[in-house]
């Protein structure tokens, strides 16, 4: 039996989506803040939300390419 392509796309989507978004959310905290400094000690909740959000990200696409 063939496996259906669907939730390899869905889990492609939804990694380049955590991505995007934490791009996206890191930009949009930088302008509305004019906070771009990664050593200001004040910033560091934001990063650690950058960072997981990318480390998700990446995390589901190296393991959506991956052969079964």
């Known amino acids: 039996m063939e496996e259906s392509s669907f939730p390899k796309k869905a889990k492609l989507a939804l990694s380049l989506l955590m991505i995007i978004g934490a791009l996206v959310f890191y930009w949009a905290w930088g302008i509305m803040y004019d906070s771009w ?6 910033n560091m909740g934001v ?3 950058v960072v997981i959000m990318l480390a998700f990200g990446i995390l589901g696409l190296f393991l959506t390419r991956a052969k079964n």
Request: cysteine-free; hydrophobic content about 35%; glycine content about 12%.
């Open 37 to 42: 400094n990664i050593f200001d000690g004040s």
């Open 47 to 49: 990063y650690s939300i």
